[in-house]
């Protein structure tokens, strides 16, 4: 009969020795725990799968490390969200940029997005908006519309990051006083 080992035991193993067998007995442990909580954040399994796979292989690769006061499943739980939301993040932005991109393609038709900010019709709002210049209405889009981050927004724009915080600023700051 075989002793089973600890979750530490197993990952020291792992980790000083390579041990195959110690890396394969952590992962039929947690991969279906793993996948379990995946799923109940993403509903794509083909994501979750590779999510659950990247984390064991960062644990393999040892490019993960453990430090043996903590919970293992709570360790790998956060290995996996972390690369999850890298994953959805990375999506999401890549989305972002083919749709900024197709939009770039198609100038003369006016975007969803432009004839939302135009139809708002809270207070002055759409015409606040209006009479932001173009330079300052694309940075409110890409950070407020679309979500990006500042650096996100930078690389859509083609401008500085610095230059996106200050057009920001501007355009709250206009809006505040038109809307005053």
Do not use: N
């Amino acid at each position: 009969m075989s002793e089973t080992r600890s979750d530490g035991a197993l990952l020291r193993a792992v980790a000083e020795d390579g041990d195959r067998r110690a890396f394969e007995e952590l992962y039929r442990r947690y991969a279906p725990w793993l996948t379990a909580r995946m799923r109940s954040r993403c509903a794509d399994a083909g994501v979750v799968d590779d999510v659950v796979q990247e984390t064991f292989l960062a644990v393999w690769r040892g490019s993960a490390r453990y430090r043996e006061d903590g919970d293992v499943a709570g360790w790998l739980w956060r290995i996996g969200s972390r690369r999850l939301i890298d994953v959805l993040r990375g999506d999401g932005a890549r989305g972002r940029l083919r749709q900024a991109l197709a939009r770039l393609r198609h100038r003369d038709e006016v975007s969803a997005e432009e004839r939302v900010l135009a139809g708002v019709e809270h207070g002055d709002l759409a015409g606040a908006l209006v009479r932001l210049s173009p330079e300052l209405r694309a940075v409110l889009q890409a950070t407020v519309v679309d979500g990006l981050t500042t650096r996100e927004a930078a690389v859509l724009l083609g401008i500085p990051p610095g230059t996106v915080k200050t057009r920001a600023m501007r355009a709250r700051r206009q809006l505040r006083e038109a809307l005053a």
